[in-house]
């Protein structure tokens, strides 16, 4: 196997910054995210940090177009934590509409309601405490300490991470799962001022979701193509372990989909027989919906009835 490209001389390496090698790629991603940032309703002053907090939870693994709709939708419905928290967890569920991955939205609730419960209805400005909060895990914590209050965190989700492999590190693609060695390069390239580092947090990220994209990256827009190692080097292919692709038909994440849409439209409990409409495999019907109801997402009753969950 071809070792991955070595960084630019002149380019940040991941044992400099903060520093003036760091402020190399601090300064250009930065100038270029004030005039290209998109306008989402997540980074406006009124959104607040529970506001941020709920566009984390939805945008994991869901585009921001299939997330917009449902955010506002439901900070309209719950504009705090104590809102939410006073609902049934089904609630949370249905209002989650098609978003996928509703367990999600049970997470979102427990964190709500511990919010509620621990902080009196105010999200807590700790990373620890964010930490410490149900469902919430490093990158979360990292993503509201930041982007909600302005701190100094390393936040690496798929676009970062993919923006530090190319310009850094000279590879196309970084691993399918966060490495020590990506983190100690984020926190290496971190600067040292707070508000610069948050603001570099939402630069690099949005720097990977419009420019230097998975698929057909835009190099001649890109603020830092002369300091890009990957880009120096040819843009060699990626030759580590296959992509994981993201399937969906047929899966079992389809029937689940397929069962919870007919849970969420219902005003009453629903019988046996509604479900099964939905799908004609019945093993792979009944282990779908035996997933729902271990992960928390249907509450079985007496005579054969479902429901989204109460408690």
Same mark, same amino acid.
């Given at each position: 196997?071809?070792? $991955? ?6 380019? $940040? ?6 520093? +003036? ?25 009124? !959104?607040?940090? /529970?506001? @941020? ?5 939805? &945008? ?17 419905? /719950? ?12 609630? +949370? ?18 964190? !709500? ?30 993503? @509201?300490?930041?982007? +909600? ?17 190319? !310009?850094?590190?000279? @590879? ?12 100690? =390069?984020?926190?290496?390239? =971190? $600067? ?7 603001? /570099?947090?939402? !630069? ?64 009453? $409990? ?8 939905? /799908? ?11 997933? =729902? ?16 969950? &109460?408690?």
């Amino acid at each position: 196997m071809t070792a $991955p490209a070595k960084p630019l001389p002149h380019g $940040p390496s991941p044992g400099d910054a903060p520093g +003036a090698a760091g402020d190399a790629l601090h300064r250009p991603v930065i100038a270029w995210f004030e005039t290209h940032a998109r306008d989402l309703p997540w980074r406006r002053e009124d !959104a607040g940090p /529970w506001g @941020v907090m709920v566009s984390e939870f939805m &945008l994991q693994q869901t585009p921001v177009s299939r997330v917009l709709p449902v955010y506002e939708q439901w900070l309209a419905r /719950w504009p705090r934590p104590a809102d939410l928290a006073k609902e049934a967890p089904g609630e +949370a569920v249905r209002a989650w509409g098609r978003l996928g991955y509703p367990r999600r939205a049970l997470r979102l609730h427990g964190a !709500a309601v511990a919010i509620t419960e621990r902080h009196g209805g105010d999200v807590p400005t700790q990373h620890a405490q964010l930490l410490a909060l149900p469902g919430i895990g490093e990158y979360t914590a990292a993503a @509201v300490a930041s982007f +909600a209050y302005g701190q100094r965190h390393a936040v690496l989700d798929t676009n970062v991470r993919r923006v530090f492999a190319r !310009a850094v590190t000279g @590879v196309q693609y970084p691993p399918n799962a966060t490495t020590a060695a990506e983190r100690k =390069l984020a926190r290496a390239l =971190l $600067p040292e001022e707070e508000h610069t580092a948050s603001r /570099w947090a939402a !630069a690099s990220m949005e720097l990977g979701a419009l420019v230097c994209t998975a698929r057909n990256e835009a190099c001649e827009r890109c603020p830092i193509a002369a300091r890009c190692a990957w880009l120096a080097a040819g843009k060699p292919a990626h030759e580590g372990p296959a992509r994981r692709g993201q399937t969906y038909a047929g899966t079992d994440r389809q029937v689940r989909g397929k069962l919870l849409a007919v849970l969420r439209e219902a005003v009453a $409990p629903v019988p046996q027989a509604a479900l099964d409409r939905v /799908w004609d495999e019945p093993v792979q019907r009944a282990r779908a919906l035996d997933g =729902l109801v271990a992960d928390g997402l249907v509450e079985p009753l007496r005579g054969g009835l479902y429901r989204l969950p &109460l408690t």
